[in-house]
């Protein structure tokens, strides 16, 4: 089976860009611990993929299920990019939606997020964009009841669309360079206002504008991380230990957050003049720098770090 | 109705609500209290900018107490689709603005949305979708994608997919599919008052999420909530 053959690779050595999410998920889980919901044997598949004449996935592109990490119960769901661009359709959705509701009896130590996606699956867009709402709704309650609710993203679908909103409402995210967070893809900006406006050809342009790197210089991911299982493993787990509470206080600090960088850098065209005016030296060299040069740039960076999500 | 129909079926005696570069906010005397308005008009954008002046708004109603009813309306294109937005982290300006309508439900603001125009992607699921009970207005048009842009992504010819979305609500843009789906709880009808309909809409309010019980029953998602009982039967039985 595909989950003992992850089970037995090095979560140092497997990339996480590469691997599919149930390599991810039980390399990242405590050896031996995760169970699956609704596995594949189960054959829940979507009901709307064959008015399309498209192929179905056993799991519908999710694996949900239970797990210890470092000993703690948590909840964990992963989308595979590699099915439908990882996207949501009805039967996906209401996986995560399952999954976030049990997290109000279970109360388990956090849920997890490995998110894949280009968001909502147009096949099945109406399903899809609600599922999405429900899952924004039931991850307020289950932060609210004091659970945290980690993003992890860096696979090769990124984090596009709905997706992006849902991450925007998780505790705490970490992101690799090969993660990218965005609402609109390029693709669509491209198609609806030009290529002046944005070129999704522009390989480095998608990178600097919704990449990792930029996300986490800027706050809107919490945690960098090298393209490795071990390396997500320990920034959920030092992330679960300083998730911000769902409150008033919060948002307010949010609100605050966002309205300052919207001020400090409404005006900059392109992420390298963002990252200048926050103090980096030598922005231009950002792209290409290893996960260490960049984990030192960030410290240097007072934005990058804060309790407003 | 427009805009400004709405306001005065919903607040005969006056009110407060303005509208600026297609932002919606104020309030009126309702129900022996007041209801506070926000929103987006005139099938405009929601981009960075525009939501976080909404999220200011619906903090303010939350910091100030009293249990001010939110009502959202909208009618308003997608997301702003620009280099800028995403530059600045659109994705946390819209779930910023999500998260302060669903604290404020937490909070006890009962939120509602009224959807009277048009609304899509992710202005729709920032603003109308994050309410607790969604209502509609006859001639409502949400969608996530229009059908000629659904035919270029999924590559299928436009009068196969129009002639699709007749008997298929679970893909097809417009009001009665995301009735259908659950999305929208009620449509409400132009010809009595607005005031009453909400307020009958707020004493009916209901714990929990309603959508995919919503969605089975009507037929437009036949399979969403049987899945999400699923998963939460497994994982309490181990």
């Known amino acids: 089976m595909a989950g003992e053959r992850a089970a037995s690779t090095d979560p140092d050595a ?71 661009g990882g996207a949501f359709g009805e039967v996906h959705g209401a996986k995560l939606v399952g999954l976030l509701r049990a997290a109000l009896e279970l109360t388990p130590r956090a849920v997890l997020i490995l998110f894949d996606t280009g968001g909502v699956r147009l096949q099945e867009a109406n399903a899809g964009e609600t599922a999405i709402a429900e899952t924004m709704r039931a991850i307020v309650d289950v932060r609210a009841a004091g659970i945290p609710v980690i993003g992890l993203i860096g696979g090769r679908a990124g984090c596009y669309g709905g997706g992006g909103l849902i991450a925007g409402t998780c505790s705490r995210l970490a992101v690799s360079e090969g993660g990218r967070i965005s609402v609109s893809g390029p693709e669509v900006i491209e198609t609806n206002k ?3 406006e944005f070129d999704s ?31 997500f493993r320990r920034a959920a787990l030092d992330l679960i230990g300083r998730a911000p509470s769902f409150d008033l206080e919060t948002l307010e600090a949010e609100q605050a957050r966002l309205e300052a960088r919207v001020a400090r850098f409404g ?13 980096v030296n030598d922005p231009e060299t950002v792209p290409a720098m290893d996960t260490d040069a960049f984990t030192a740039t960030v410290a240097r960076v007072r934005e990058a770090d804060h309790d407003a999500r | 109705m427009t805009l400004a129909e709405i306001l005065g079926s919903l607040f005969p005696d006056g009110h407060s609500v303005t509208v600026r ?6 309030s009126g005397p309702f129900a022996g209290n007041s209801l506070a308005i926000v929103g987006v008009d005139g099938d405009t954008p929601l981009g960075i900018d525009g939501a976080l002046t909404l999220a200011r708004s619906v903090l303010d109603t939350v910091r100030a107490g009293g249990r001010t009813p939110i009502l959202v309306v ?7 689709m620009s280099r800028r937005d995403e530059l600045l982290g659109l994705n946390e300006g819209l779930a910023h603005l999500a998260k302060a309508l669903l604290l404020a439900d937490r909070s006890g603001h009962p939120t509602i949305g009224l959807i009277y125009g048009h609304s899509a992607a992710g202005a729709f699921i920032a603003t109308a979708l994050a309410t607790r009970v969604l209502a509609a207005l006859p001639g409502a048009d949400p969608s996530v994608m229009d059908l000629p842009s659904v035919a270029r992504v999924t590559k299928l010819p436009l009068d196969r997919l129009t002639e699709m979305a007749r008997s298929t609500p679970v893909f097809a843009p417009g009001l009665d599919n995301m009735v259908a789906t659950g999305a929208v709880h009620a449509v409400l009808d132009p010809e009595q008052p607005l005031h009453g309909q909400i307020r009958d809409l707020i004493a009916g309010l209901e714990p929990g999420d309603a959508r995919d019980r919503l969605g089975a029953e009507r037929g437009g998602r036949p399979m969403a909530q049987a899945i999400a009982d699923a998963v939460i039967d497994q994982a309490r039985s181990g």
């Open chain 2, 21 to 26: 570069e297609g932002l919606v906010g104020g």
């Open chain 1, 14 to 84: 497997l990339s996480w860009y590469e691997a599919t999410a149930r390599q991810r998920v039980v390399a990242l889980a405590d050896p031996g611990s995760f169970r699956e919901f609704l596995p594949p044997t189960e054959r829940r598949m979507s009901p709307h993929l064959p008015l399309f004449d498209l192929p179905r996935a056993f799991d519908d592109g999710i694996v949900v299920g239970r797990a210890t990490l470092d000993g703690s119960p948590i909840l964990i769901a992963a989308q595979e990019g590699r099915f439908m």
């Open chain 2, 74 to 80: 909208v009618d308003s294109d997608s997301q702003r």
């Open chain 1, 194 to 196: 030009g290529a002046e």
């Open chain 1, 201 to 231: 050809r522009d390989r480095a342009l998608v990178w600097r504008t919704m990449g990792g790197k930029h996300r986490r210089l800027t706050g809107g991911a919490d945690a960098f991380c090298a393209d490795t299982v071990s390396a």
């Open chain 1, 267 to 279: 005006d900059c065209r392109d992420a390298t003049d963002v990252w200048r005016r926050l103090g």
